[in-house]
Nanobody, 128 residues
Framework: QVQVVESGGGLAQAGGSLTLSCTVSGAISNANAMGWFRQAPGKEREGVVCIAWNGGATYYVDSVKGRFTISRDNTKKTLALHMNSLKPEDTAMYYC?????????????????????WGQGTQVTVSS
């Protein structure tokens, strides 16, 4: 059984910063691509960022490029998403997910079906 647990969400002002963390445990190696997705009210879940198993490749959706940074620590099976210059449109539930393979699907952020294990999500709210 694999568990994915996110933490670090909360309330921030526009222009502020938050860091999300994700811990993976259970029957999963540390050689999976990992990603963050988000879902705003009334919208579909979208891929935000993906990081390859060795951290050597990262892919961001255009709307967060230059503001968000993903990192991973394979020895601890943890993932972090550093979010800077937050905007009200970043408000969403953020989900951490473990991919089916070691590389980010299609050399991009991937789709929901490319990820096998999901956390319950952590809420990020950005006020203007």
């Amino acid at each position: 059984q694999v568990q994915v647990v996110e933490s670090g969400g909360g309330l921030a002002q526009a222009g502020g910063s938050l860091t999300l963390s994700c811990t993976v445990s259970g029957a999963i190696s540390n050689a999976n691509a990992m990603g963050w997705f988000r879902q705003a009210p009334g919208k579909e879940r979208e891929g935000v960022v993906c990081i390859a198993w060795n951290g050597g490749a990262t892919y961001y959706v255009d709307s967060v490029k230059g503001r968000f940074t993903i990192s991973r620590d394979n020895t601890k099976k943890t993932l972090a998403l550093h979010m800077n210059s937050l905007k009200p449109e970043d408000t969403a539930m953020y989900y951490c997910a473990a991919g089916l393979g070691i590389w980010c699907p299609g050399s991009g952020v991937g789709a929901e079906g490319d990820f096998a294990y999901w956390g319950q999500g952590t809420q990020v709210t950005v006020s203007s």
